[in-house]
């Protein structure tokens, strides 16, 4: 008879392989079959295509014609459960930034030690423009998002590093996170939540980050009176 124990410890691993084999997924950013997604995950052909069909039948993975796997729809209506309250007031203010700037504008949150985006909307109308998938993370002492959120911390447990982002009330990065891609962003303190920040991510600007600061300050503010200060 299987201890509950062992039971324990087998269903915390099949959980987390499961969760694996959507991250594999999300980081690829195409279809993977299941040999691939099997040799990703580091396991037997057989026990990821379990896992695959597991997810399948719950609408988070889906299978394209040509037989490979890819993310479901289902991810999408529950990640937009996620801070609900903090995307639809978001929303319109990343779309009115980034159609302005031409530039992509996202909001970025504190997930442990890494810096997650949120949401995100790129520019209608754009020669090139950055994609910020939502989900993607790095941690926070890479990139402007991170450090901005960091600065919120109580002074006590605020890096120095990010003494001066707190002052000024922005934050700019350039390659660090990708290489040649920039990026501004500004503390989004919001009543009721973990600190966040507003940023927006670009190849290039004739704009200088604290011009480009003062207008997502402005969209900032939009936000927490949305949500109630």
Do not use: W
């Amino acid at each position: 008879m299987v201890s509950e124990s062992r039971k324990t410890a087998s269903t915390s691993q099949t959980l987390s392989r499961g969760i694996r084999v959507l991250e594999v997924l999300a980081d690829a950013q195409e279809p993977l079959s299941v040999d691939q997604i099997a040799e990703r995950l580091g396991v037997h052909r057989s026990i990821a295509y379990r896992l695959i069909r597991t997810l399948e039948e719950h609408g988070l993975l889906t299978r394209e014609p040509a037989g490979k796997y890819e993310l479901g729809a289902r991810l999408a209506a529950l990640a937009a459960g996620i801070k609900h309250d903090l995307q639809a007031a978001a929303l319109p203010e990343l779309t009115a930034v980034a159609n302005e700037l031409g530039m992509t504008c996202f909001v970025a949150v504190m997930d442990r030690e890494e810096c997650v985006t949120l949401v995100s909307v790129e520019p209608r109308h754009a020669i090139a423009s950055v994609a910020q998938r939502p989900g993607s993370r790095h941690p926070f002492t890479a990139g402007a998002p991170g450090r901005a959120i960091l600065s919120q911390l109580p002074l006590e447990d605020r890096p120095v590093e990010v003494q001066e982002v707190a002052v000024r009330g922005y934050a700019d990065s350039h390659g660090e996170v990708i290489e040649n891609l920039s990026s501004v962003a500004v503390p989004l303190p919001l009543r009721g939540h973990a600190p966040a920040a507003l940023a927006v991510v670009y190849l290039s600007s004739t704009r200088t980050p604290a011009e480009l600061a003062e207008r997502l300050k402005a969209a900032a503010k939009a936000v927490r009176d949305a949500l109630g200060g």
